[in-house]
């Protein structure tokens, strides 16, 4: 991998983050649970992370299409067909939000967003930049370390004054 490549890889990744991340927390995914089985992986998160609001956060993330679901979809259906495949990526979440009995739009924002982000920097950063990218912010967040993650989640929360 060519430095250039390895740049570009990290910049999508900390955009992808952002965004997930921002979103989510905007529609209040650290506040409470928002679809059944949220809690239960809350519940688990808390005991091993003692922070109350970065566990709901990441239950709602596994439980339901948010924003980081909505980046990835975006992402790829946007490498694979332009402004339109993102676009039918937010159509997707959506309906998917709405079997999961998920009152929420951080997923289908999420992905609207993504497509916006990739057009604005698609003459720097290829869309497939984008697509390693959010697995890479999907997994600083969901796989590799819950109990830094939760509290990380929690203070940024707290200081967008979002909780």
Not at 143 to 163: C, D, F
Request: glycine letters at 12%; charged letters at 15%; proline letters at 3%.
């Amino acid at each position: 991998m060519e430095a250039i490549e390895l740049i570009k890889l990290i910049s999508a990744s900390i955009i992808c983050w952002i965004n997930f991340v921002i979103v989510d927390i905007y529609f209040g995914l650290p506040k409470n649970p928002g679809v059944s089985g949220a809690e239960v992986i809350g519940n688990k998160i808390e005991k091993l992370a003692r922070n109350i609001t970065g566990r709901y956060f990441m239950g709602n993330i596994v439980c339901s299409p948010d924003a980081s679901a909505g980046t990835l979809m975006a992402s790829i259906f946007y490498y694979v067909m332009g402004v339109k495949g993102g676009l039918i990526a937010s159509m997707l979440i959506f309906i998917g939000n709405r079997l999961c009995n998920d009152p929420g739009y951080a997923g289908t924002i999420g992905a609207i967003t993504a497509t916006i982000l990739m057009y604005v920097f698609s003459g720097l950063i290829e869309p497939k930049y984008f697509i390693g990218g959010m697995v890479i912010a999907i997994f600083t967040i969901q796989g590799l370390y819950h109990i830094g993650a939760s509290k990380l989640l929690g203070n940024l929360a707290k200081k967008l004054r979002m909780i």
